[in-house]
């Protein structure tokens, strides 16, 4: 039997009870939350780490009862020299192994970045999710699948929180957005590397995710720790529950501005414009909510300083301006705020 085929090619309840815990769990995630339908073409993203290679495990456990076509994607950055190859070797090996097309691509991420002028981490995600797109839109796959877990949403709730988003911004990772799905979103870091010791998987540890340079491997190694410390087993549940809270706002607010724009159509950016009027009967709430949506199609960066400035902007003058982002002027003019890109 191949490494991570676990349940061979057996179907139905014979193959149930040869899946452990976690894979009936994964499966039940699967299913419950509708992430993947039976017959579909998964991509799994693997980058080789402990993470992604637990989920290639459980979803060649639970492929005989979903009837799932799987393939994976690699994306090596070339940020850590030989490792990143060695990294990139040990996935074509392990797919080889398991008897998967693996597709990968190779980016000169730093350089890329600088003509973005974007961080690395922004840069790769670009890259990583454009080329996801790529080989769906080649290859016929219906859905893309990361390996995120509870960790990476507490990490993403408390960077988005100290970086100043608004209250449906602490709504974290999303357990399916379009194509994306997470099935591992409700599993725990621990649970992850206990499977891995059980079914004798081996992965690649990136050394990179232990240094502090990055934001987010900051709040990893440092900020999540000595929270835990004080508050023992307090602070994934709570974050988890400010996620699912945010989540139902976002889905509330969701519906409410597509009511409000449809009642006032001079709140829908049209030609990067919004009338000024229509905005100053609103609440602050309600204009930094339209403000961050006018951003996203601008394609510009949101953040709560930013969003302050364009309400500021509305109880000034006409003929006044601010930057939102480094390359997005917001003028008043004629009656409207006009989004002008540089």
């Known amino acids: 039997m191949k490494e ?10 014979h193959a149930v009870k040869r899946v452990n815990a976690l894979e009936k769990k994964f499966l039940g995630q699967l299913r419950s939350r509708r992430l993947v ?38 994306c090596n950055f070339q940020l850590r020299g030989d490792e990143s190859d060695r990294d990139e070797s040990f996935v074509r090996d392990h797919c080889q192994l398991l008897g998967l097309e693996c597709f990968v691509e190779r980016f000169d991420t730093l350089r890329v970045a600088g003509e973005l002028k974007k961080s690395v981490e922004e840069t790769a995600r670009i890259l990583r999710y454009t080329f996801f797109e790529q080989v769906m839109a080649q290859k016929g796959f219906t859905k893309i699948a990361t390996g995120h877990h509870v960790n990476d949403n507490a ?7 100290f970086r100043g988003v608004s209250l449906p911004g602490l709504r974290g990772i999303r357990a399916r957005n379009g194509k994306i799905i997470r ?11 206990g499977y891995l010791n059980e079914k004798g998987i081996a992965s690649r540890s990136d050394l990179s995710n232990f240094a502090c340079d990055y934001d987010r491997n900051f709040i990893r190694n440092r900020v999540i720790p000595l929270i835990e410390e004080r508050f023992a087993h307090k602070l994934m549940p709570s974050l988890q529950r400010v996620s699912e809270q945010a989540g139902e706002l976002e889905e509330f607010l969701e519906l409410y501005f597509e009511n409000l724009c449809e009642r ?7 030609d ?12 602050a709430f309600e204009q930094k909510e339209l403000f961050k949506r006018a951003l996203r199609d601008m394609d510009a960066p949101v953040d709560g300083q930013t969003l302050q400035k364009l309400v500021d902007l509305l109880g000034s003058q006409p003929g006044k ?4 982002g480094r390359q997005l002027r917001v003028l008043w003019k004629k009656g409207k705020l006009v989004f002008l890109r540089d």
């Open 4 to 13: 991570g085929q676990v349940v061979g090619g057996e179907t139905g309840l």
């Open 37 to 74: 339908d039976e017959g579909e073409k998964v991509l799994v993203a693997l980058s080789g780490g402990p993470d992604s290679m637990a989920m290639l495990s459980l979803f060649c456990a639970t492929r005989p009862l979903l009837q799932t076509v799987l393939a994976v994607a690699h």
């Open 272 to 283: 990067g414009k919004l009338d000024v009027e229509a905005l100053k009967r609103l609440t």
């Open 183 to 193: 099935p591992m979103l409700l599993f725990h870091k621990a649970d992850i590397v």
């Open 264 to 270: 006032e159509p001079g709140l829908s950016l049209v």
């Open 155 to 161: 990490e993403t709730i408390l960077f988005n929180l």
């Open 321 to 324: 301006m601010v930057m939102a």
